[in-house]
């Protein structure tokens, strides 16, 4: 079972640079979710898609866009990166509907220098 | 403050130990409590998820919710070394979509 397939795994950029997360679930889930997770901050949500077509900011949006390219998958772009992007960001998804468990992928490791 | 404070840690304990691990919260709109693991270099995984005030049992883990005193715990008896992960609770804000809160984490070891 694939369950959320996150790529990249390890990402090193430079500052200013662009790049975009790939992430594709197979549960045919509606909603899906960005995280960054820092130390000592825990998990935040950066954008979440609660169906296919739409999107609205999480608590730390600034600095990113996302897309959702369709009901499979959910991207996340970084247009300029800045060294505080520097995180560990997981794409989660979940059933349509309040108190749905959410379901995560491992993650895509991002350093900017 | 945070809306979820959960203490850090880290946490060892012997092979075989009753652990116990907790969050408060501070938002009475917060009514669906989950709780998940990571290991290192994955992604959370659920464990629990429990709605009412009182206990949930699942094998060696309860999950244990008091509302009125806005309080949460996971339990695990006879603790494995493979239960040694970060433990994360996370809660749903009923008044909004259908977005998580977590708390930081706390590192858990169980030496064998």
């Known amino acids: 079972n694939a369950g959320v397939t996150q790529t990249p795994k390890f990402q090193v950029l430079k500052t200013g640079q662009s790049m975009t997360l790939q992430c594709a679930q197979d549960m045919n889930h509606n909603s899906m979710y960005w995280y960054r997770q820092d130390p000592g901050m825990g998990l935040r949500l950066i954008y979440y898609?609660?169906?296919?077509?739409?999107?609205d900011k999480g608590e730390v949006p600034n600095g990113y866009n996302v897309s959702r390219l369709n009901k499979r998958e959910f991207s996340l772009r970084l247009e300029s990166a800045a060294p505080s992007q520097t995180s560990v960001y997981f794409c989660a998804s979940s059933r349509t509907g309040q108190n749905q468990p959410q379901h995560f992928g491992d993650g895509t490791r991002l350093s900017i220098l | 403050q945070k809306e979820v404070e959960q203490d850090p840690g880290p946490l060892s304990v012997p092979e075989g130990a009753i652990v116990s691990l907790n969050c408060t919260y501070s938002n009475s709109a917060f009514q669906y409590f989950m709780w998940y693991r990571q290991y290192s270099r994955k992604g959370p995984e659920l464990l629990m998820y429990?709605?009412?005030?009182g206990n949930k049992e699942d094998g060696r883990f309860t999950a244990q919710v008091d509302k009125s005193s806005k309080y949460i715990s996971l339990f695990i008896r006879d603790s494995q070394p493979s239960d040694s992960a970060t433990y994360l609770c996370?809660?749903?804000?009923?008044?909004?979509?259908?977005?998580?809160?977590f708390g930081t984490g706390t590192r858990l070891t169980v030496i064998p």
């Open positions: 996370a809660m749903i804000d009923q008044t909004g979509a259908n977005n998580l809160f």
């Open positions: 898609s609660a169906s296919e077509g739409t999107t």
């Open positions: 429990t709605y009412s005030s």
